[in-house]
């Protein structure tokens, strides 16, 4: 075979195959198609949560499993230990890249995803995806080390805890309601919802394998007075404290001025005046 | 009706809000201590971040103890100038005491010598408040030869000396500035307020009469919780708004009722309820101490 003909052999099946690969995600993509509704939420002064619904399609002889997760974030924790007799903080570790939001939500068992499975789309029973993901720096007097996730697992475990408690994580099997190649899940936000963009997939596996997956995003920002408390406090600090000494100075004049007025309205209806019993005779002095 | 929290990021029932400001601006007015010790362990308790609940607690304090040193200067009870000499004194012995934490907590135990200090401080001054207010109150008779019997103290013997009306007291100013800067002191070292170490000084150490000293001790904590406050929103951005004002309108409500009540109340009963919350807080912080926490790690910041 002659050079030329050969480079262009060479050519013709890297175009093949790179055209192969870019057709892969958009081929999956295809299989699965998933929606929210709401795709954003407004939070008020009202807010109180919300629920929204995850609906798509998907191949009727598949799993289906959607995972709900938010930007990952900082949360600083204290942990207490035995000093002497006492408990008391012994260290504080601030946790990064942990999302305030992940929750998983399937038609069939996470344990029927194969483990290799399990680690590339991040749905596992122990929420190992975000173990791996978080970095800690634990401070312990004048000690400081860095902890891996899996590493700093009394951390995470505890951090987990509170988050399922608030149902900001969840793990929820056999939820997703499948009718032929239609899929849906209810999912009810608390009010302490994640703000900003999160992201749900969802992947419909066939015999430990991904048919396909799709993406969307669901987006919760803060409006009204929310909006603006939060704005304000992170962005002009010094201000936002001023408006709040001069609210509460005058909250609380403005409730003295009520009730010296009360107050006077009383004794001029009832010509009484208010008994003071404190006795100087009393006085320790 | 729920309230959603800006900073916090929760709601909370509104009149639980409401309610709970209104019992601790009660304890204002009463006694001229902002109420921290209790409101922040109660918000962290509704699911509020311990950082949020301390900032936004010390934001209401500015309300209840504005309304609460309002009506008690209406009264008569506040001593301006000497709440301000002492305030001055408050601020730079908070202002050392805040480097001196740093300091200390370099040479490692601070914590844990700061914890035992504070119980045994409020275990000694709520012991010594109750027992002098019950004697006062079943020996009243003989409290007029008690009071003869002594001596002037130490505040009233150093040089520059003033006399002010309002407390009827004639102390020296240093002597003042150096309690305000002490009890300045202690309350960063110790993490608190200072209205509990406030209150028995100007009782006791200065000998204002009960209410004064309240009043008097109430107006120096409006300018220490604004000082807490700026500081909380430009450095930790942890003060909620919402959050505040719905506590500090049913603060500066209770304030104003516990300014009423005390009023009503004789000098050694307010001592002596006031000597029984301390005692509470003492036994509190003590089981919280002693007692294996249900939970090792929490969310950090807070008091």
């Known amino acids: ?285 | 009706m729920s309230i959603f929290l800006p900073i916090a990021g929760v709601q909370m029932p509104a009149y639980l809000v409401l309610g709970l400001g209104g019992i601790v601006g009660l304890l204002s007015g009463l006694f001229g201590v902002g109420g921290g010790f209790l409101l922040t362990p109660l918000l962290m308790m509704t699911g509020v971040p311990p950082a949020v609940a301390a900032a936004s607690d010390t934001n209401q304090i500015v309300a209840a103890s504005a309304s609460g040193t309002l009506a008690h200067g209406r009264a008569g009870n506040v001593d301006f100038r000497l709440g301000l000499v002492m305030l001055v004194g408050g601020m730079i012995g908070g202002t050392t005491g805040t480097s001196l934490v740093r300091l200390l907590r370099q040479l490692g135990n601070f914590d844990f010598t700061v914890k035992i200090i504070y119980v045994v401080m409020l275990l000694g001054v709520g012991s010594f408040m109750f027992l002098e207010s019950f004697n006062a109150m079943r020996k009243k008779g003989e409290q007029a030869q008690a009071r003869s019997s002594r001596g002037p103290g130490l505040a009233q013997r150093l040089p520059f000396r003033a006399y002010f009306a309002t407390s009827g007291i004639e102390c020296s100013v240093v002597a003042l500035f150096g309690l305000g800067f002490l009890i300045g002191m202690l309350a960063a070292l110790m993490g608190v307020g200072g209205g509990f170490i406030m209150l028995p000084v100007m009782i006791y150490v200065l000998r204002i009469p009960t209410l004064k000293a309240v009043g008097t001790s109430l107006f120096t904590t409006v300018f220490t919780a604004i000082n807490v406050t700026l500081a909380n929103s430009v450095v930790n951005e942890t003060v909620d708004l919402v959050l505040a004002l719905l506590l500090l309108l049913g603060s500066s409500v209770g304030a104003q009722i516990g300014v009423r009540i005390g009023r009503m109340l004789k000098a050694e009963q307010l001592r002596i309820v006031f000597s029984l919350i301390v005692l509470g807080v003492m036994v509190k912080m003590a089981h919280d101490l002693l007692v294996t926490p249900s939970s090792l790690i929490v969310l950090g910041g807070g008091h």
């Open chain 1, 1 to 285: 075979m002659k050079p030329l003909v050969k480079v262009k052999t060479l050519t013709c099946l890297l175009f093949a195959l790179l055209v192969f690969l870019c057709s892969v995600p958009a081929a999956l993509a295809d299989v699965v198609k998933v929606n929210v509704a709401p795709r954003k939420i407004d939070v008020g002064i009202n807010f109180t949560g919300q629920t929204i619904d995850v609906t798509g399609t998907a191949p009727a002889d598949s799993q289906i499993y959607i995972k709900l997760v938010s930007a990952p974030r900082s949360v600083d924790l204290s942990r207490k230990g035995k000093v002497g007799v006492l408990w008391m903080n012994v260290a504080q570790a601030e946790v990064e890249g942990v999302p305030k939001m992940y929750q998983v939500y399937s038609s069939g068992k996470i344990d029927a995803l194969p483990a290799q499975l399990q680690e590339e789309t991040g749905i596992d029973a122990d929420f190992n995806a975000v173990r791996d993901a978080a970095t800690i720096k634990e401070t312990e007097g004048n000690r400081v080390r860095k902890l891996s996730g899996r590493d700093g697992k009394m951390y995470l475990d505890a951090l987990f805890k509170m988050y399922r408690d608030d149902n900001l994580y969840a793990i929820k099997e056999d939820a997703v309601q499948k009718n032929g190649n239609s899929f849906h899940v209810s999912i009810s936000l608390p009010g302490s919802v994640a703000q900003g963009e999160s992201v749900i997939t969802a992947y419909a596996v066939k015999d430990g394998t991904i048919l396909g997956q799709s993406k969307t995003t669901l987006t919760v920002r803060p409006v009204g007075l929310v909006g603006w408390a939060r704005t304000m406090a992170k962005t002009n600090g010094p201000l936002y404290g001023i408006y709040a000494v001069f609210i509460a100075l005058a909250a609380g004049l403005g409730i003295d001025m009520l009730f010296n007025y009360l107050e006077k309205l009383i004794r001029a209806l009832t010509g009484k005046v208010p008994r003071e019993a404190s006795d100087p005779a009393a006085e320790i002095h």
